[in-house]
């Protein structure tokens, strides 16, 4: 183990390396074109949008059929919609969290 060390400490404290890691690698900040960024935030808000619409309309009809099933006495229905209003609130929060990371990762690269 003490050799790789030494190796790892021999060659972080080598002045070739730092002269060979300054010259010829020139300096480069990463940035997307406008356009792209631009078209992207835009796929990304209808997409997420349109999802989560979509996840407050499964939200609700669960809510619908959970006061349908109990009122009427069919356990079935109440537990199936139950069970949408669950997957709903997870599916949303799938949607908002990917939107946002991949909204997140475009945007880190201005600089």
Same mark, same amino acid.
């Given at each position: 183990m003490s050799q790789i060390l030494m190796?790892? /400490?021999s060659l972080a404290t080598d002045p070739g390396v730092a002269? @060979? $890691?300054d010259g010829p690698v020139p300096t480069f900040e990463p940035a997307l074109p406008a356009e792209? *960024? *631009?078209s992207v935030k835009n796929i990304l808000a209808w997409t997420a949008g349109g999802g989560l619409a979509l996840a407050v309309l499964g939200g609700l009809s669960g809510w619908a059929l959970v006061a349908?099933? /109990? *009122?009427?006495?069919?356990a079935a229905l109440a537990a199936?919609?139950?069970?949408s209003v669950l997957w709903s609130l997870i599916g949303a929060g799938g949607i908002g969290l990917t939107s946002s990371l991949? @909204? $997140?990762v475009f945007t880190m690269t201005k600089g």
């Open positions: 190796s790892l /400490h002269v @060979l $890691a792209v *960024n *631009n349908v099933g /109990h *009122n009427t006495e069919r199936r919609g139950k069970q991949v @909204l $997140a």
